[in-house]
Every structure is written in C-alpha cells, then in structure tokens.
C-alpha cells in the first residue's frame, strides 16, 4: 500500500469515528487504523448496529467529507495528552492506548471538525480528499485482540483513490463472495467444521478427501523426483524436545496447553496450586509434559540424529504430510484458511555449506511446478528478515549474516518482484514466501522455504566431512501447499469449486436418454471405472436439460450423452463443464482416452 492510500484509508477511518459519535454520542472508541485492504474502528456501544445503521453512518461520513474538514496535527507532552483523552469522554480504551506510547516517543493527537483523537497519523490535509469509499461489514472484535477481554463492534470499510478503483474492488467482493469456499464446500460436500468436534478442526468428507489426496499424490510426484525420503511423526511431543528447539515456550500463546501427566497432574492437585504457579512449574521444566507439536521440525532432526551421517550421504531430504496444531483465538478462524489443527507439506533438508544455493534452489522450483500446475502464474516474493534491536531470534550474528545472504541471492534468481520485511523472519532463520493472486486478484501467502543454521547448533547435529572430522549441517525448511487444509480452501476460491479434471472428485458423468441404451451406459461405466476415471451414472426420468444443469451445477467437469445414437455407433455424445456446449459425438474408447490424457496431464484448460 503507497504513502498516498494509506492516508486516505486512516483518515476515512477518522471520518468513520467522527459520524458515530455524532449518531451515537454515548460510543467509546477504541482503534481505527488503515489495513491492506481498507479500514476499521472498533466501538463500545450498547445498542448493537444494523444494516441500517450502516448507512446512516455512511451518509453522515459523506456530510462530513462535503465539510471539508482540515486534518490537524497537534503534539503534546503526556499529562496533556492524557487530559485531552479524558475530557473528550474517550478515556475507557484511549489511556491504555497512551500508555503503549513508549517514553520519550513524540505524542500526536489529530484533530478534524469536533473530533480529536490519539494517532501518530498520517492522514490527507483535508477530508475532500477522501473522494472514494464504502463501508462494508460489522463484526465482533475483542479488545487488543484478547478473547479474554471485551468484546467490541467493528465497523470495516474501504477507500480508494478513485471512484474506479473502488467500483473494481467491489466487484472483487461480490465475485469472492460467489467463490467463498465455506459456501462452495458444503455445497459441494467438500468438508464440514462442527461444534461437537470443535471449531477450527477440519472435518474431510469423501470428495474432500479426493481433493487432498490428489494433491498429495501430485507432490509426492515431485518429491520423489527430487530424491526425498517420506517419514512420519507422531501428534504430540515431550516438552523437552519443543524447550530444545525453543518453540516452547516462544510460541506460547500460539500452541496449546501442555498434557501433563496423570502423578504430576494429581501432585500439584495435592499442593493446591494456582493456575500460574501451575503454568510456572511446566515452563520451568519442574514437571516434564507433553505438546500437541505445532512444528515437525524436531521430529525431523531427531530423525536425522538418530543415525551417524558422512558428507557423502548428504543432503539428507526428508518429507512428511505432517499435523500441527496451532490455538487460534475463534475471532480469527476462517473455514479452512485458518485453523487450529492443519496437515503440513512439510520437508526439511540437511545439507552441507556448499551444497545451499542448489538446495535452495531445487525447493524454488518445486514451489514453481506447483503454481503452475494450478495456474496461478501471478505471484510475488516476500523475505522475511530479522529485526537486529529485537531479543526474538536465536542464534549468533554470523549465522543470521549467512542465512540471509543465501536467501536474498536465491530471491534474485528468481527473476520476479520481491520485497524486504524487517522483524518478519522465524525465529531460527530468514524465509522466502509466496504472495500469490488469484483469478480474481486476491493475494495469498502460500509456499515458503527458510533457511535454519541455528536448529541444527541446538539440537547439536553434524555429519563427517572429507577430514573427517565433524562438521555442522545447514537445515531448509520449506513448504509449498504451507497447509492442505489453507491450500485447498484457496483453491476452492481459485477455481470457484471448477476444478480441472485431475482434482475434480467427480471427473466423468454418463447422462443417459433412455433405459434401452443403460446396457451399453454400463459398459461405457465400467471401462471408465477400470481406467481409474472417478465417474457417476445419471440414468433418472429427467429431461436431457435438467440433468445437464444438475451436473454442471455439481461441478462435473465432463458428461458423456448417450442416446439410442450413440449406443448403436458405440460412442458418446461428449460435453464439456467448462465450453457449456456438445464437442461432437466420439468413440467410446476415444472419449476415455482424452480424458485419462487430460487427467494425467494436469491440463489446465486457457480460460481457467
């Protein structure tokens, strides 16, 4: 987002506050900033909003904008600040917010019309320059986004720089909409999320299920070709192993509560432990537990471990289709883009100092083949760096040096648009994502490969080099799905549920006109079911039409017709989901054929 936007974004941010408060005097504020996508502010208020008052508070935003109303910057030392803060009524929520101000830090308030608010800013001169916006959805957001804290009504909204942009990212929503993979998939019995089981855990149902295991297939394809060993890790860990790699307790607030065992559990009972002096007994490490394991990581050094290794063996490349599990706060769960239980494309790669750049490179193109295979061929390049002043990351600063210099060195090969993102990096090393666009120009954050030196100096690893001596081994991480369950979601949106034939979990229906010509239909049935075709047999009462539309509102990709034609000719009338239109009439040993071609292409048809 350019300087330009986001100041346009927060001020309408500020404006949106501004027409609530003349509405609803009695709201309190909370924080309104300007995201990638547009802008929200968050309100206390008793009175819960409506749809209505949506657009009144849209109408009144536009009065205000037509006022032309002056952004005025106004720096003031902390007392004063505080008293602003309190006799505009707002002190609920903006006194904490002051308090986040660091010590010495410059202190801005912005003032437009009656509105004054706490806000390092930036913002436009005058309100006339916001001349596209919209406000688009209310939602419930926790405070500080804790779920522990209150719950708040958030007002989301867009703007633009011009009316045109505007309309276009409309548009976008509605198409997104029509393409929402919750909507999509339980239309199309792709999966289900219940309460009983539990939100954010990912219910594959059988179509589901074809869905996932193509891809895996599909990347054990390339796996295999890249020489990778598939291995397999259990569910949970000792806390030891996640206190070694650091991810416990780093990642606390991301992970679940530990499993402690049953003595351990029954002698804190007996000594009436507080929940805190229970947390500080299990992250000391007084008492050993274990951890659903939110990485595979450990595993897979420990694998690597358990065997001696010489240079000549490397690099080691081990893969697994492995579960993690992350607690999510159910704010932020999305069907199946955010969840609390994921299956990984994980691998991790052990290799030599001088063997990096090839290792790095081998999983950039295996990330490649995977964009284009599913077509989307428009993608930019994230590296995530470490932050210096930060204490987060482990490891020596020479290392870091290293690490990432291979992964900028492997950006630049890449020969597409990339960007530097300070503080982003893994805690253990630097990383490259994948910020893919969608058909209709959403960005995802799909593959990623990092680049580790500091695991393998934790967890001690080393192989024998040509002196034999010991030496240590540099580890790659790398992910091209990042989740199957992330994954799939996107693509649902992608191809909204059209998938090309190799993934669609129905590839091939038979339409049939008349039961005099179901003999010949289950000949054709068979033959597709013997060649591996995932097919169905639609030979109901209903008019040619209905069941056509009933297929393509199934997302079949392929029908074959059969009429007393056909069958005499030993062929089918052949349609495709994609053209809506009949191909002509082929043999059917000929139809088979193209299909079990287009399926073992991968083709992607050009207007997917």
Known sequence: MNEELLKIRH???HVLATAVLR???NAKLDIGPATETGFYYDFDLDHKFTAEDLAAIEAEMKKIIAENQRFERIEVDRPTAAKMIEESGQAKFKLGRLADVPEG????????GEFCDLCAGPHVDYTKRIKAFKLLSIAGAYHRGNENNQQLQRIYGTAFASKEELEQYLKQIE???LRDHRKLGKEMGLFTIVDRVGQGLILWKPKGAIVRQSLQDFILELLRAQGYQQVFTPHIGKLGLFRTSGHFPYYKESQFVPIVEREDMAKMAKENLNVSQFEEKVESGDVEGFLLKPMNCPFHVEIYKSDPHSYRELPVRLAEFGNVYRWEQSGELNGMTRVRGFTQDDAHIFCTPEQLDDEIQGCLDLVKSVFETIGMRDYRVRISLRDPASDKYV??????EKSEAAIRKAARSLGVEFSEEIGEAAFYGPKIDFVVKDVIGREWQLGTVQVDYNLPERFDLSYIGADNKPHRPIMIHRAPFGSLERFTG??????GGNFPTWLAPEQVRILTLNDEVIPFADEVFAKLKKAGVRVSMDAGAEKLGAKIRKAETERVPHMFVIGKKEAAEN???VRSRIRKEFEGSKSADEAISLILSDIASRHLPDNY
């Open 11 to 13: 001020s309408a941010s």
């Open 23 to 25: 509405l609803f005097p």
């Open 105 to 112: 830090e410059k202190i801005t308030m912005y003032r437009n």
């Open 175 to 177: 198409e997104a909409k």
């Open 395 to 400: 490891g020596s600063e020479e290392n870091w």
């Open 490 to 495: 996107v693509l649902i949106e992608h191809f």
């Open 571 to 573: 062929a089918v009338s």
